[in-house]
T-cell receptor, first 114, second 113 residues
């Protein structure tokens, strides 16, 4: 157990639907990162939050949004889902948002869009 | 686009042999990290090497960094079947106030018993 908790572990839904993925960072970590992993695109950085504020943005689609709450947990919202959104979504956390950050990853949420 | 690219994409060796994986990147970095991922699971951090370091060891792992060639290598000595996994290099970069850790597509290592 890495200390980073992601729910749900598996999710199957239909095109056009909306889902929310949840992440609780490791105790003491202030920064949360979201990554998408698919076979053809590899591990893509989506977005980072630090202590409730957005810190960096990557290849995140406009249909996707995220936030980090005061208790530091984070949610990734995926809407108007398409078949191509099927992937493993990872949350990771680190102590700080700057410097040499070592990321601790959760086990991932596997999203299947039918 | 991916900052780091691992080479080879796949590597199959026998138990006890050494495994070498390479990573090339495009822009200047602060640090380079290697992570390991067992099939379908989360990534696990292995080692971090800073841009002013040339070599680092951790147990059976040896990482080198050549900033002039923008490349790094990960050597796993005396491999075990349990080392079977995908290995990713990750580079960090600053763009203004933005910090991003970017992963390559990984090398799939298979260690045959």
């Amino acid at each position: 157990d890495s200390g980073v908790t992601q729910t749900p572990k598996h999710l199957i839904t239909a095109t056009g639907q909306r889902v929310t993925l949840r992440c609780s960072p490791r105790s003491g970590d202030l920064s949360v990162y979201w990554y998408q992993q698919s076979l053809d695109q590899g591990l893509q950085f989506l977005i980072q939050y630090y202590n409730g504020e957005e810190r960096a943005k990557g290849n995140i689609l406009e249909r996707f949004s995220a936030q980090q709450f005061p208790d530091l947990h984070s949610e990734l919202n995926l809407s108007s889902l398409e078949l191509g959104d099927s992937a493993l979504y990872f949350c990771a956390s680190s102590v700080s948002g700057r410097g040499a950050n070592v990321l601790t990853f959760g086990a991932g949420s596997r999203l299947t869009v039918l | 686009s991916q900052q780091g690219e691992e080479d080879p994409q796949a590597l199959s060796i026998q138990e006890g042999e050494n495994a070498t994986m390479n990573c090339s990147y495009k822009t200047s970095i602060n640090n380079l990290q290697w992570y390991r991922q067992n099939s379908g699971r989360g990534l696990v951090h292995l080692i971090l090497i800073r841009s002013n370091e040339r070599e680092k060891h951790s147990g059976r792992l040896r990482v080198t960094l050549d900033t002039s060639k923008k490349s790094s290598s990960l050597l796993i000595t005396a491999s075990r079947a349990a080392d079977t996994a995908s290995y990713f290099c990750a580079t960090d970069a600053w763009g203004g106030s933005n910090y991003k850790l970017t992963f390559g597509k990984g090398t799939l290592l298979t260690v045959n018993p």
